[in-house]
C-alpha cells in the first residue's frame, strides 16, 4: 500500500515536475517556432502551432543585413574574458573569506551583494563618463571590465558556499606538510572545489552573454555583442517578429547548445553539498 | 644585431605611419537609427553613397527606446560614438536649444532646403535654424475598410467629425466575427497611448498647460475628450485596449479585425501592402476626426538625421545627410521599388511628382501633415510647441505617468475622475520641481 503512494506520488511529481519545465521553455519554443514562420503568420490569429508554410527566409534576411559571426565573435569575447578574469579575482578572494575569515568577513560579504540591490541605470552617467575619459567606449576590454565587476559578487559568493564545504583541516595537513598558499590554492583547493567552480563559470557565462544594459549602452559598432544583434530587429513602427524571432534564435543557439552539454554539471554544481 | 632591430623597428614604425595615413583618407561614419522599414531600405543603398563619395558607414540599429537613452548619454558625456542621429521631432529643438547638435546652416545649394515641407521644417528648428533633416515625415489619420461601411451603408467623409467616427464604429462593430468598430493606441508610453490621447484632447479643445504652465487636467475639457474615448473604446473596441500599441494595432487591423483605425500615415503603406495585409484592397483614408472646434486630433511627427556636437566628422556626416534626405534619393527608392515605398512626408516636390499622385495615400498624407500645426497646436493658446507632445525636457517623463494613469482607466482599474485628478497632481508636482511655476 505504501508503495503504491509513492508511485502515484512519484508519477505526480513528474508530471509536475514536466508540466513546469515546459511552461518555462515554451516563450523560447515559441520564438523558434515563429522564427520560421511568414510576417503575416507571425501574427495569425489564432497562433499556427502547425499548418504554416515553413521558411528559412528570415534567416536568409538576418543573415543578409547583419554580419552574425561580428556579433557572436563579439559575445564569446566578452563572456569569455569576463568569466575568466572574474574567477581569477575570485577563487583568492572567497579562498581568504572561506578559510581566514576576518571580523568583517560577514559584513563584507553582504555589502559586496548589495550592489546588485542599485538598479545599473543609476550608475550609467558615472560608468559612461569613466568610459569616455578612459577611452574605453565600444571597445571590448571596457566591456569585459564591467560585466567582470557586476557580476563578481555573485562569483565571490557562490565560491564562498563550495569552499566553505571543504574541511578547513584537507587545507592544514597541506600546510604542514610545506605547501605554499600559492600550493595549497593551485593543488589542493582548485582539484576539490571544481564542481563548483565549473557550474560558477558556466553560470557566469551565461549571465554576461545575457546582460543586456550595458551591452546596449556602452557599445556601438565595433564591440556590440548578440543582445545588440537582437535590439537591432525590433520596430516601433512595422512588423517584424519573425525577423526577430529569427535574430533571437540565432543569439540564443550558442548558449542553449553550451547549456544542453553542460547541464549535468550545472545541476550538480547548484545542487552540490547538503543544505543547498 | 641591434642595427637589426633597429632596422626592424624603423620598418615596422614606417608601415604603422603608412597604414595610419591611408586609413585617415578613407572616412567611416557611425549612424545610430531605429529599425523601421524606411531606415532599413536607406542602408540597403549606402553602398552607392560609399561609392561615390568613398566615405564608408557603420550602422547602429536600435530599439526605439534604447535608442533615445543611448543617444543621450552618448551627447550629454560627449561620448562621440556617433556622427550622426536619428531623432524625432520632440528631441530635436530641445537638444539644438542645448547646444547638443550641429545646426545645418550651410546645405548646399543643390540640397534645395526651401523643399522641404514648411510643417517639417519649422519642427525641426530651434529659432529659425534647422537642427535635423527630416528623413520621412507623418501625421496621423483614419483608415477605415471601405468594404465593412458600404456593407453598413454608410460614407466615409474626407474630414469627419468624432460623431461620424461614432457612427462608423457603431455600424461596423461585429464582435460576435471577432471584428471591432475602431482600433485606437491606449499602451502606456508618451510617444504610445499618450499621443494620441493628447490629440483626441486638442481636438476637444483641452491643453496641458494655460500660459502660466499651469496642468489642465481639471478642466471640463479634458474630462470630455477622457470620457469620449473610454466609451468609444469601451463600446466598439477589442478587449485589451489598454496595451494596444502601434504595432498591436497594425496586427489587428492587418488582419481584418478593425473596420477603422487611427494613426500614424506611415501605416498606410503597410495595410496596402498585399503581402503583409489581408485587407489591402478595400483601405479607404479620411482626415483625422475633429469636433467643431476648429482643431484636428491628427498629429505631426519626423524621424530625422542630425550631427551631434561632439563629432569629429561633421563634413562627413552632413554630405551623408544631404545624400539621404535628398530629391536624388527619392527618385533612387522609386526606381528600384515602386513610388509607394519611397520615404514620405519630407519634400514638397514629391508630393508634385505626378507618379506619386497615384499612389492612394499620397494626397491625404500631405493634407494631414498640412493641416498640422506645432506651433499653435490647441484651441485656446499654449505656451508650448509640439501637437502630441509639450517640446519641453520634462514631458517625457510626466506624459509617460499621465498616460499609465489613463491607461488604469482603459483598463477599468479606475475611473475618469480620479485619473484625470491623479494626472493633475503629479503634472503640476513635476512642473514645480522643474522651476516652470
Known amino acids: 500500500m505504501a508503495r503504491a503512494v509513492t508511485t502515484r506520488r512519484k508519477i505526480a511529481t513528474t508530471v509536475l515536475a514536466w508540466a513546469i519545465g515546459l511552461l518555462i521553455f515554451f516563450p523560447i519554443f515559441w520564438t523558434i517556432l515563429t522564427s520560421f514562420k511568414t510576417e503575416a503568420q507571425a501574427i495569425n490569429n489564432p497562433p499556427l502551432f502547425w499548418g504554416f508554410d515553413f521558411t528559412l527566409e528570415n534567416y536568409a534576411v538576418v543573415q543578409e543585413r547583419s554580419d552574425y559571426m561580428r556579433f557572436l565573435w563579439n559575445s564569446v569575447i566578452i563572456a569569455g574574458g569576463s568569466t575568466i578574469l572574474g574567477i581569477l579575482v575570485a577563487v583568492p578572494a572567497a579562498w581568504s573569506m572561506a578559510f581566514v575569515p576576518s571580523r568583517r568577513t560577514k559584513d563584507i560579504l553582504l555589502w559586496m551583494l548589495s550592489t546588485k540591490m542599485l538598479p545599473a541605470v543609476g550608475v550609467l552617467y558615472p560608468i559612461s563618463l569613466i568610459f569616455v575619459e578612459f577611452n574605453l567606449l565600444d571597445t571590448r576590454g571596457g566591456l569585459i571590465l564591467v560585466l567582470m565587476l557586476i557580476n563578481l559578487p555573485i562569483i565571490v559568493w557562490m565560491l564562498y558556499t563550495y569552499f566553505r564545504e571543504i574541511p578547513a583541516e584537507i587545507l592544514e595537513a597541506a600546510r604542514m606538510d610545506g605547501a605554499t598558499l600559492k600550493a595549497e590554492i593551485l593543488y589542493v583547493l582548485t582539484p576539490m572545489a571544481i564542481p563548483g567552480i565549473a557550474s560558477t563559470l558556466l553560470l557566469n557565462f551565461i549571465l554576461a552573454w545575457n546582460e543586456a544594459f550595458w551591452t546596449l549602452n556602452l557599445t556601438a559598432a565595433s564591440a556590440a555583442p548578440l543582445t545588440a544583434f537582437i535590439a537591432s530587429y525590433s520596430s516601433p513602427e512595422g512588423l517584424f517578429f519573425a525577423k526577430l524571432s529569427a535574430a533571437s534564435t540565432m543569439a540564443i543557439a550558442p548558449i542553449l547548445i553550451l547549456g544542453w552539454f553542460s547541464q549535468k554539471q550545472l545541476v550538480r554544481g547548484l545542487t552540490f553539498g547538503a543544505v543547498k | ?437
Not at chain 2, 20 to 44: C, E, Y
Not at chain 2, 377 to 406: K, L, M, N, R
Open chain 2, 1 to 437: 644585431m641591434s642595427c637589426k632591430t633597429a632596422l626592424r623597428a624603423s620598418a615596422a614604425l614606417a608601415l604603422c605611419v603608412f597604414a595610419g595615413a591611408a586609413a585617415a583618407q578613407d572616412t567611416t561614419i557611425t549612424i545610430a537609427t531605429v529599425n523601421n522599414g524606411d531606415m532599413i531600405r536607406m542602408q540597403g543603398y549606402t553602398d552607392r553613397f560609399t561609392e561615390e563619395t568613398g566615405i564608408a558607414v557603420e550602422w547602429v540599429t536600435l530599439e526605439e527606446n534604447v535608442l533615445r537613452q543611448r543617444v543621450t548619454t552618448d551627447i550629454t558625456t560627449n561620448g562621440g560614438q556617433f556622427d550622426i542621429m536619428t531623432i524625432g521631432m520632440y528631441e530635436t529643438p530641445i537638444w539644438g536649444a542645448n547646444g547638443w547638435l550641429v545646426p545645418l546652416d550651410n546645405l548646399s545649394e543643390e540640397y534645395d532646403v526651401d523643399d522641404i515641407l514648411p510643417a517639417m521644417r519649422g519642427g525641426l528648428s530651434h529659432d529659425g535654424t534647422l537642427y535635423a533633416a527630416p528623413f520621412y515625415g507623418e501625421s496621423s489619420m483614419v483608415m477605415y475598410r471601405t468594404d465593412l461601411m458600404e456593407a453598413a451603408g454608410l460614407e466615409m467623409p474626407a474630414a469627419p467629425t468624432w460623431d461620424d467616427i461614432r457612427a462608423a464604429a457603431e455600424a461596423m462593430n461585429d464582435p460576435a466575427n471577432e471584428v471591432y468598430g475602431i482600433c485606437l493606441r491606449g499602451k502606456p508610453g508618451w510617444g504610445e497611448g499618450g499621443a494620441f490621447i493628447t490629440v483626441t484632447a486638442n481636438s476637444f479643445g483641452a491643453r496641458w498647460f494655460d500660459e502660466e504652465w499651469n496642468a489642465q487636467f481639471d478642466q471640463p475639457e479634458w474630462e470630455q475628450a477622457l470620457t469620449f474615448f473610454v466609451d468609444l473604446m469601451n463600446s466598439y473596441g477589442p478587449p485589451g485596449y489598454a496595451t494596444n500599441g502601434f504595432n498591436e494595432n497594425l496586427s489587428l487591423f492587418q488582419q481584418g479585425r478593425c473596420g477603422m483605425w487611427i494613426d500614424a500615415t506611415v501605416a498606410a503603406s503597410f495595410v496596402t501592402n498585399p503581402n503583409d495585409s489581408t485587407v489591402a484592397d478595400t483601405v479607404g483614408f479620411a482626415l483625422a476626426p475633429d469636433n467643431g472646434l476648429g482643431k484636428r486630433s491628427n498629429w505631426l511627427w519626423a524621424w530625422a538625421l542630425a550631427i551631434p556636437a561632439g563629432t569629429q566628422q561633421a563634413d562627413a556626416a552632413l554630405q551623408f545627410i544631404e545624400w539621404a534626405t535628398s530629391r536624388e534619393y527619392i527618385e533612387l527608392v522609386a526606381e528600384n521599388e515602386g513610388w509607394a515605398n519611397v520615404p514620405p512626408g519630407a519634400r514638397t516636390s514629391l508630393y508634385e511628382t505626378p507618379e506619386y499622385q497615384d499612389v492612394p495615400f499620397a494626397q491625404m498624407t500631405l493634407d494631414s501633415i498640412n493641416a498640422a500645426d506645432p506651433t499653435n497646436p490647441t484651441v485656446d493658446p499654449v505656451p508650448y510647441v509640439g501637437i502630441q507632445f509639450v517640446a519641453i525636457p520634462e514631458f517625457a517623463g510626466i506624459a509617460t505617468e499621465v498616460s499609465q494613469e489613463f491607461a488604469e482607466v482603459y483598463a477599468g482599474q479606475q475611473t475618469v475622475q480620479e485619473a484625470l485628478a491623479n494626472a493633475q497632481a503629479l503634472t503640476n508636482d513635476a512642473m514645480e520641481a522643474a522651476g516652470y511655476r
